[in-house]
């Protein structure tokens, strides 16, 4: 990403780190529900002008406590928008769940494949529209605020708008520490790795463009998820704009799906397996790098004997250096050819693009 551009267009300011646009008014939670409210209007004023076609995706498990609730909200918010459609997608919930979403008015599907980046996998495959609403079934997002997302979308300002949690309500909200940590934790890494300024990469409140959810390849199956998706827009130079949101804590007797610790691992072995599959030059270089070093510094030793001596006994350790150097000289040349393999599949991605644009226009 270090050819990509930073545009803040609330600031005029631009910077050159990575495809990031950031369009929101973080005073926006001082001023109160009057700038909400007035941002979703906005957005709808814009997919009105312009005819576009809403669709709302709403992943869901065992939430039938919420569900009825999270679609009424979207759909009275919307009801002056000529077309829209709310999408549940059930996965496997043992609960009333489906019904509960048929009943209040939204097309239900299945998804058998337990996870939640089975569900948006299908949803993604399944559902056309030209604007993209994505946000959970447990009506911890308010839908003003998640609509309000759809206006860079359909100024063609974004290709992802994110939901930003972390700007707003969420560490007053959220009772579980070590998820206010991970958030944290998985930011920073993201934004050092692939030098960019995403605020919030966890959030489940998305807005996406036609383009992006068409040429999006899911390839988890959890909640890591949004880690990809995120990932994946900054590595293609997708234009992300960021708001802050709203976030509140699932009521009582509802209870989150994210399991802390194992679905935090998962999320970092996620960041890990992306960080070597879209930035392989460096990732090898990293490694060829600290091989490198390692095996100098042990050199150093038997180097010295054989100037000294015209003889070398430290054997054990001359074998070890030599075989970090030459690990070293190897890890190198895989990220050579990773990274121009990398580079052939990006341009494949940038003509599936054109016609994608060319299918939509």
């Not at 999408?87 to 019904?99: C, E, G, I, P, Q």
């Not at 990274?339 to 693009?353: A, H, N, P, W």
Request: charged share 20%; glycine share 8%.
């Amino acid at each position: 990403m270090s050819n990509s551009r930073t545009s803040t267009i609330a600031k005029g300011v631009t910077t050159a780190n990575a495809s990031v646009v950031t369009t929101a008014d973080t005073t926006g939670f001082a001023a109160g529900d009057t700038v909400a409210t007035s941002n979703m209007n906005a957005a709808i004023g814009a997919i009105k002008t312009k005819g576009l076609h809403v669709a709302v995706l709403l992943p869901c498990y065992n939430e039938a406590q919420t569900i009825a609730q999270t679609i009424a909200a979207y759909r009275d918010a919307l009801e002056g928008v000529p077309q829209v459609t709310i999408y549940v997608y059930d996965n496997n919930s043992s609960d009333d769940t489906a019904a509960i979403a048929e009943s209040a008015g939204a097309i239900v599907r299945k998804e058998y494949r337990q996870g939640k980046g089975f569900v948006i996998r299908s949803m993604f495959r399944d559902v056309e529209a030209d604007v993209y609403l994505m946000a959970d079934g447990d009506n911890t997002y308010e839908a003003r605020d998640v609509i309000a997302l759809a206006g860079d979308i359909a100024a063609g300002k974004a290709d992802m708008a994110i939901g930003d949690r972390l700007s707003g309500t969420y560490f007053e909200e959220n009772k579980r520490p070590l998820h206010g940590f991970g958030n944290r934790l998985v930011r920073w890494l993201i934004n050092r790795i692939f030098q960019s300024d995403i605020v919030d990469v966890m959030t489940g409140a998305r807005a996406f463009s036609r383009k992006f959810v068409k040429t999006y390849p899911s390839l988890v199956g959890g909640f890591e998820i949004e880690t990809e998706m995120t990932i994946h827009a900054l590595d293609k130079n997708f234009l992300v704009a960021h708001h802050p949101v709203h976030y509140r804590d699932r009521p009582q007797g509802s209870h989150s799906k994210l399991s802390t610790i194992p679905d935090g691992l998962r999320v970092l072995k996620t960041i890990f397996a992306l960080f070597k599959d879209f930035r392989p030059l460096l990732f090898f270089g990293s490694i060829s790098l600290f091989m490198l070093l390692v095996g100098a510094i042990l050199f150093i030793r038997p180097l010295a004997e054989y100037f000294a001596t015209g003889f070398v006994t430290y054997i054990p350790t001359l074998l070890v250096s030599v075989t970090f150097i030459i690990v070293a000289l190897l890890s190198g040349v895989c990220g050579v050819i990773v990274d121009s393999i990398r580079k052939q599949t990006r341009t494949f991605y940038e003509l599936e693009l054109y016609r994608i644009n060319n299918k939509v226009q």
